[in-house]
């Protein structure tokens, strides 16, 4: 039983986790979408260049790409500084006062739902098993053999805000000047429209709301860009 409920709690955690990092990409994947297509829809009213609009997208998809990288790993490693930094202050604590962090490890589990006794036999047996784990687990909520990866991070950053960014840089480039901006709108609408149904499966909520804010988002920040590509391009 107890080997069971800890492969169960370990495969949960691991679900858990790999819906975190999915849920980033979708996050990521919608930051370059609206992003980019802002970018190339207000370049697209200043001009007609097929050119001139590919180089803004090409630069703003490189730049958006860098900088949530750069944010992503300068983010994650200062949490991974600190989950170490926690975790070296567990360890000299156990080393230094055992019965206290045991009485401490009990008192978590109380706190838990389990009764006095259990908890005591519970807190007794994680020490002698894995005393830094246990403390780790039950008091600061941290998986000392996962900790986060600041390159891990960064890279799935990056990878999903080029892969959003993508979309309205073809959809801008590719056709004739006067349908340039409606496939791109379309195309970007849609786009918006998936990742708010995959954001809100992945979280558990309505659909509606989660389109609703994706979509309102995106096509005001490319109808805003676009009038002052409009007005700047006739100025």
């Avoid at 805000?161 to 840089?169: I, K, N, R, S, Y």
């Avoid at 000047?177 to 791109?184: A, G, I, K, L």
């Amino acid at each position: 039983m107890g080997g069971a409920g800890a492969g169960g709690a370990e495969q949960s955690a691991q679900i858990g986790s790999r819906l975190n990092w999915l849920r980033a990409g979708v996050l990521g994947a919608n930051d370059g979408i609206i992003s980019t297509a802002g970018l190339v829809v207000g370049v697209a009213g200043a001009t007609t260049s097929r050119a001139s609009i590919l180089a803004a997208g090409v630069a703003g998809l490189l730049a958006g790409a860098l900088s949530m990288a750069a944010g992503e790993y300068v983010s994650v490693s200062s949490q991974r500084d600190s989950e170490r930094a926690a975790l070296e202050t567990e360890r000299r604590e156990l080393a230094e006062e055992p019965e206290e962090e045991l009485a401490e490890l009990t008192g978590l589990l109380e706190a838990r739902g389990l009764g006095h006794d259990l908890a005591r036999e519970a807190a007794v047996q994680l020490t002698e098993r894995d005393a830094l784990k246990a403390h780790a687990r039950v008091e600061l909520g941290i998986n000392p053999d996962e900790l986060v990866n600041p390159w891990h991070a960064a890279f799935a950053s990056l990878v999903a805000f080029t892969v959003g960014a993508l979309l309205p840089l073809l959809a801008i480039t590719l056709p004739g000047p006067s349908e340039r901006v409606p496939v791109t709108v379309g195309a970007v609408l849609a786009a918006l429209t998936l990742c708010g149904v995959i954001s809100a499966r992945l979280g558990g909520a309505p659909a509606a709301r989660a389109i609703l804010r994706n979509v309102t988002g995106g096509a005001l920040a490319m109808a805003v860009t676009y009038a002052a590509g409009t007005w700047l391009g006739t100025s």
